[in-house]
């Protein structure tokens, strides 16, 4: 089984809610992943957790704020987006230990900023 | 600085042609190099990896080919199929993932039946 698991599947918010994405696995990976994707673009790197520490935080602005709660749960806090925020979340994970590099990607949030 | 150089943006075949992607990268600490299959509203899928200890690696229709001396990978989709139009990523990592994947731009594939 290589299936990321994310909620909700689409999120729309005004510019002043606060609301959260979740993302979810039971493989045993120890890194977990946060990127976001705009239309025709590749994903791009937002956030790392390895071991449920994060490791790498892309220049991300503080209005989007990680968690992980324990290792199969990642979380992604929204604060005050802006309407250029609307994208596709993408959650990822991967065992991250030597020889085992596969890198297994969720379904993704589709959020809109209103 | 754009580590992962993927070429073309856009490719029409025929059914049961032959699909060729290629992506040359600039840092020569990636250590893994994926390509990712991706539908319209859907997450990427993963497709076929290789590591730069071989030269090639193959997969059903699916084949990869690496040349580390020139920083260069291909992959090829054989007997390509309606069905295999999507947008394909490459990328790389190094660390066995630890500082997450950079992608290339995106190959958009048109199988024409």
């Known amino acids: 089984d290589t299936e990321v698991t994310q909620t909700p599947k689409h999120l729309v918010m005004g510019m002043t809610n606060k609301k959260s994405l979740k993302c979810e696995q039971h493989?045993?990976?120890?890194?977990m992943y946060w990127y976001k994707q705009k239309a025709k673009k590749p994903p791009e790197l937002m956030f790392v957790y390895s071991y449920e520490k994060l490791s790498i935080n892309e220049s991300v602005p503080s209005r989007f704020s990680p968690e992980c709660p324990n290792s199969s749960l990642l979380n992604l806090h929204l604060h005050a987006l802006q309407p250029e925020d609307s994208a596709l979340y993408l959650c990822a994970s991967s065992l991250q230990s030597s020889g085992s590099y596969e890198q297994y990607f969720g379904p993704g949030t589709r959020l809109t900023v209103t | 600085q754009q580590q992962v150089k993927q070429s073309p943006q856009s490719l029409i075949v025929q059914k049961g042609g032959i699909s060729i992607i290629n992506c040359a990268y600039e840092n020569t600490a990636f250590d893994y190099f994926p390509w990712y299959q991706q539908f319209p509203g859907k997450g990427p899928a993963l497709l076929i990896a290789?590591?730069?200890?071989?030269s090639e690696k193959k997969e059903g229709r699916f084949t990869i080919s690496f040349n580390k001396s020139a920083k260069q990978f291909s992959l090829h989709i054989m007997d390509s199929q309606p069905g295999d139009s999507a947008t394909y990523f490459c990328a790389a990592s190094r660390a066995a993932g630890a500082d997450g994947l950079t992608f290339g731009k995106g190959t958009h594939l048109i199988i024409q039946p």
């Open positions: 290789i590591r730069p200890d071989v």
């Open positions: 493989m045993g990976h120890r890194a």
